[in-house]
């Protein structure tokens, strides 16, 4: 499945949601189709899933929020590795990820 509109794209391949372009979405309620895409992911049974943002170039804040709580859903599933593979080339990537750590410690950070 995938969501795009003409500055963004999001899809799933196998275990791997691959996030790409430039996200300004309105709010939690625009992001909604995102997150339904992602969880459903998540309840798969997979027993690794990887967020791929090298190819996103920025998210609003609205965005960070959208992955704070995916994170938070990845780690209520106890058997579930979470890896969330960021770019330095991209500045905001390198200053928010690591947040992510805080909400869930096994969290696998990969910065390239």
Same mark, same amino acid.
């Given at each position: 499945? %995938? ?53 996103? %170039? ?55």
């Amino acid at each position: 499945m %995938e969501i795009s509109d003409e500055s963004f794209r999001v899809w799933a391949e196998k275990n791997e949601v691959y996030f790409d372009g430039v996200f300004r979405l309105a709010g939690p309620d625009a992001y909604a189709p995102i997150y339904s895409l992602i969880t459903g992911l998540l309840r798969e049974g997979h027993k690794q899933v990887t967020f791929n943002l090298t190819g996103l %170039e920025f998210l609003n804040s609205s965005g960070i929020n959208l992955l704070a709580k995916l994170t938070i859903e990845a780690r209520k599933m106890d058997d579930l590795l979470l890896i969330v593979k960021g770019t330095n080339q991209h500045p905001w990537q390198a200053k928010s990820l690591p947040n992510l750590k805080k909400l869930h410690p096994l969290l696998d950070l990969r910065l390239a």
